[in-house]
């Protein structure tokens, strides 16, 4: 099976606009996992979605957001980008209905730089 | 609230020389426990994981870790280290139950350096 995917692979933007990242799942995975990972805070948890809903949200501002489709792709926006928001964004996918304890598989990321 | 903590930030070791990366958490309940290993500019690779059962687990390349209750430990051991191991480590813990669906809690990592 494909791995986990991820695009764009590297994108950048300036302060203020707004960015959508893509992520699609191994095949048969419902669950999507989003997370940020910067030098100073390391590895947050954004949100997670299962069957377009999503179940679980970190503690982000709501300038993050994220949406699911119906074969599993999902998508998460940054509006109103800041300087802090550069960082490499992963997403991961898992196969038994997302539940925390399944073995999460992670894309390569999306690395955003935004000046 | 549950928390991971990786003491190590750096460690450097001879190729063939043995590794232990440590991993101590916080959690109330049954943790389930995640080794990940990442090479720059990329992903995470899983390594292995601890779910319940046998407390020395296998994982690939090599790695294996022991799962402590008592010292709340999840360490992270290969015998001999490959110059290929360098990179950075992870380990994570899940939260069983609730409404914590899709989350893992990261430690800060390890960075992994070899020497020939």
């Known amino acids: 099976k494909a791995g986990v995917t991820q695009t764009p692979r590297y994108l950048i933007k300036t302060r203020g606009q707004q960015v959508t990242l893509s992520c699609s799942p191994i095949s048969g995975h419902r669950s999507v996992s989003w997370y940020q990972q910067t030098p100073g805070q390391g590895l947050q948890f954004l949100f997670e979605y299962f069957s377009e809903t999503q179940r679980n949200k970190g503690n982000f501002p709501g300038r993050f957001s994220g949406r699911q489709f119906s ?10 980008l800041e300087l802090g928001d550069s960082a490499l964004y992963l997403c991961a996918s898992s196969s038994l209905g997302g539940a925390s304890t399944d073995t999460q598989y992670f894309g390569p990321g999306t690395r955003l730089t935004v000046l | 609230a549950q928390s991971v903590t990786q003491p190590d930030i750096h460690i450097t070791v001879s190729e063939g020389a043995s590794l232990e990366l440590r991993c101590n958490y916080s959690y109330g309940a049954t943790p389930y426990l ?8 990329q992903g995470l690779q899983l390594l292995l994981k601890y779910f319940s059962g ?13 799962f402590k209750r008592s010292q709340s430990s999840f360490n992270l051991r290969k015998p001999s280290v490959h110059w290929s191991d360098a990179a950075e480590y992870f380990c994570a813990v899940g939260h069983a139950g609730g409404t914590s669906y ?3 809690t990261f430690g800060q990592g390890t960075i992994l350096t070899v020497h020939p």
């Open chain 2, 54 to 66: 046998d407390t020395l687990v296998q994982g690939i390349k090599g790695f294996e870790a022991e």
């Open chain 1, 71 to 80: 074969n599993s792709r999902s998508e998460m926006n940054v509006s109103t």
């Open chain 2, 102 to 104: 899709g989350k893992l």
């Open chain 2, 34 to 41: 995640f080794w990940y290993v990442q090479s720059p500019g």
